[in-house]
């Protein structure tokens, strides 16, 4: 398949890095990270389907030849760790660099991202970043085919405790918020990151949320319990991920 019809044909590769314990029911419709991003990730027509891998599982030969662009969820995991995920991940996303292959990192994709990229990944200072955010475009992102369309501020779904912490370098800030300064970057136009959630609907925030505030209630520098009531759709960050699969076709 040449540069062109893998673009234009290829398949979306989804790595599903997402680590499940036994307070989510197997059978549960929400416990699908396909189900989360696949109403968003529509392909373009005569496009393959999107396919789905996890991420422990052997990623040597990805991206495969069929493959057009590539996604990494959100996971509980920490990207900053030195783990041999973490490591296969950062090994991926230099075969994409490499061969141009466009690449988005979502909350932890994000945060690999920036560490295969060599910024400094950590903890937070803050805190917890949890819930409706109000997120800003930069210049940067303005211009950017990730954010086609977008007005400069909307808000986002957000569930993060760590966080890219340095701009890597060479690359473009495209979004920005009060409590994250690194909300969304860019690196040479094919391998964008971003901190929110656009897959991500309210019912499914509070599905992963609640079965953890026995673990993070006091803990946390806001009632953990009210915010879940707040929770609302963004559908204009969904976007998100209807522009990366036309940046790909790029």
């Known amino acids: 398949m040449t540069t062109s019809d893998r673009r234009t044909n290829g398949e979306i590769l ?4 997402v680590c499940w314990g036994d307070a989510y029911p197997v059978d549960h419709p929400l416990r699908s990270v396909r189900g989360w991003f696949e109403p968003h990730l529509s392909p373009l027509p005569g496009a393959r389907p999107i396919r789905t891998v996890s991420a422990e599982s052997d990623l040597s030969s990805e991206p495969g030849p069929d493959v057009a662009g590539v996604v990494i969820s959100g996971s509980p995991r920490d990207a900053w760790n030195d783990d041999p995920v973490n490591s296969a991940l950062c090994r991926l996303i230099e075969r994409c660099a490499a061969r141009a292959i466009p690449f988005l990192g979502v909350c932890y994709g994000h945060q690999i991202l920036g560490r295969a990229l060599g910024a400094k990944v950590a903890r937070h200072p803050l805190g917890w970043e949890l819930g409706n955010v109000d997120i800003r ?7 950017s085919s990730l954010f086609q ?3 400069q501020n909307f808000t986002a779904l957000q569930s993060h405790a760590d966080a890219v912490l340095e701009l890597p370098r060479g690359c473009q800030l495209l979004a920005t918020g009060v409590h994250t300064e690194i909300q969304s970057f860019s690196d040479g136009g094919s391998l964008f990151g971003v901190q929110f959630h656009p897959e991500t609907r309210a019912e499914i925030l509070r599905f992963l949320w609640t079965p953890r505030l026995e673990r993070w209630r006091g803990q946390i520098g806001f009632d953990i319990d009210q915010r879940l009531t707040t929770f ?3 559908p204009i960050a969904a976007q998100v991920l209807d522009r990366f699969v036309h940046c790909i076709a790029l």
């Open 14 to 17: 989804l790595v599903d890095a």
């Open 137 to 143: 475009l930069t210049e940067s992102g303005t211009a």
């Open 149 to 151: 369309g977008f007005p």
């Open 232 to 234: 609302e759709d963004a």
